[in-house]
């Protein structure tokens, strides 16, 4: 059962990335909200870095108390950042794992169900970042061709797992 769900969860998470859910944040944006609090922590250690030059120079002792005290804030607000985050991704790979389970029940306990899964995965990120670097690009016609593919890919997908949702346990009753 856990195997099943590690699946699920490493199937999910990279067709997540091709498939933007409506509700949480995107791909992007979460990558873009990580590098803003790298970002910020690097100022964060600059900053303590000066207040340690400052207080070797022998700067106003109150003045590096409320330097000190500013810093304690922003590490504070960054560590809630980083926590919303990850609740944020852990909540969205949680409700496609629902999703798996609602459409696909007991077929996700299969081998062949899993393997199927992973590929899928795979060729969707794989097309994901092929759409991602053609759009930087510019290049219209290509985003078209990739939206065709992953079009194909989908249909091909839901093929074969109907297929193994159809076809009856081997090593199963009767």
């Excluded at 504070?76 to 496609?96: Q, V």
């Excluded at 899964?117 to 759409?131: E, F, S």
């Excluded at 690009?137 to 194909?152: F, H, M, Q, T, Y």
């Amino acid at each position: 059962m856990a195997s099943c769900l590690a699946v699920a969860l490493v199937a999910s998470t990279a067709v997540a990335s091709a498939d933007v859910v409506a509700d949480g944040p995107t791909r992007r944006e979460i990558r873009e909200q990580r590098k803003e609090l790298r970002e910020e922590r690097k100022e964060l250690r600059e900053e303590k870095k000066e207040l340690r030059e400052d207080r070797k120079a022998g700067a106003d002792k109150e003045e590096l108390r409320d330097d000190k005290k500013e810093i304690r804030e922003e590490k504070k607000e960054l560590r809630e950042a980083r926590k919303e985050l990850r609740a944020d991704l852990k909540a969205k790979r949680e409700e496609k794992r629902k999703e798996l389970r609602a459409k696909w029940g007991e077929t996700l306990k299969r081998p062949e169900a899993r393997a199927e899964l992973q590929v899928h995965a795979r060729r969707m990120a794989r097309l994901a970042q092929a759409r991602k670097v053609a759009e930087a690009d510019g290049k219209k016609e290509l985003v078209a061709r990739i939206d065709k593919l992953v079009e194909k890919e989908k249909a091909r997908h839901q093929r074969v797992m109907d297929r193994l949702k159809d076809k009856k346990d081997p090593g199963g009753a009767p």
